[in-house]
């Protein structure tokens, strides 16, 4: 089965602080993605990837970065947390080719709160 | 952005009853997906349905396509307590794009 690991379930952090969400992969998929989730807003998209080293924008990429230095891992990055990153954030990779390459799929996710 | 919006927000039924979701989209796509969500965890695909098919089962769900009314609709049969869950849409724009997911609808099953 298709792994997508999220480093941690619940996070806590101090307005201003530098925040690495990170997500791995075990099925050597050329996409992935991060999304946020808030009650009412269903899921936006932050920043995606199509390989290592690209990085896209998505619909609210304002106040976070990426990276992706191996093809398996992709890092969502907080420069300076507020608390309006307070949210669920969910990581979701696919493949480019061949069967099912249209669907996610899906880390647990990662409850930030920024006090 | 070409949001898909789910309805109704919230579903409450019966063990044993049909539940009944839809999604309603904006613009021309190449796909429609619906997902699974328990409650504060990820999301878990259950069924994708392409723009030249109108109908698609999968075990107990059946997804509808309707490109003309820009709708889908999923149903489950015979709910069980354990699909109390929220599911998503998420649509997929004609030319490469990434999936846009509408806000969910809630379902509880009641034994």
């Known amino acids: 089965d298709v792994k997508v690991t999220q480093s941690s379930r619940y996070l806590v952090k101090r307005t201003g602080e530098k925040v690495f969400l990170e997500c791995v992969q075990d099925?050597?998929?050329?996409?992935m993605f991060w999304y946020r989730q808030d009650p009412g807003l269903g899921l936006r998209l932050i920043y995606f990837?199509?390989?290592?080293?690209?990085?896209e924008k998505g619909d609210i990429p304002e106040g976070y970065s990426v990276s992706r230095e191996k093809k398996e891992r992709f890092s969502l990055i907080l420069e300076s947390a507020s608390t309006n990153q307070t949210s669920m954030y969910l990581c979701?990779?696919?493949?480019?080719?061949?069967?099912?390459?249209?669907?996610?799929?899906f880390g647990s996710g990662t409850q930030l709160s920024v006090l | 952005s070409q949001q898909g919006e789910e309805d109704p927000q919230a579903l409450s039924i019966q063990e044993g009853e049909n539940a009944t979701m839809n999604c309603s989209y904006k613009?021309?796509?190449?796909?429609l997906q619906w997902y699974r969500q328990n409650s504060g965890r990820g999301l878990v695909h259950l069924i994708l349905?392409?723009?030249?098919?109108r109908e698609k089962h999968s075990g107990r769900l059946r997804v509808t396509l309707d490109t003309s009314k820009k709708s889908s609709s999923l149903l489950i049969t015979a709910s069980r307590a354990a699909d109390t869950a929220s599911y998503f849409c998420?649509?997929?724009?004609?030319?490469?794009?990434?999936?846009?997911f509408g806000k969910g609808t809630m379902l509880l099953v009641s034994p």
């Open positions: 979701a990779s696919s493949w480019t080719g061949g069967a099912d390459n249209e669907k996610l799929f």
């Open positions: 099925m050597d998929h050329e996409n």
């Open positions: 990837s199509y390989d290592v080293k690209m990085k």
């Open positions: 613009t021309s796509i190449n796909n």
């Open positions: 349905i392409r723009s030249n098919e």
């Open positions: 998420a649509t997929e724009g004609s030319g490469y794009s990434t999936l846009t």
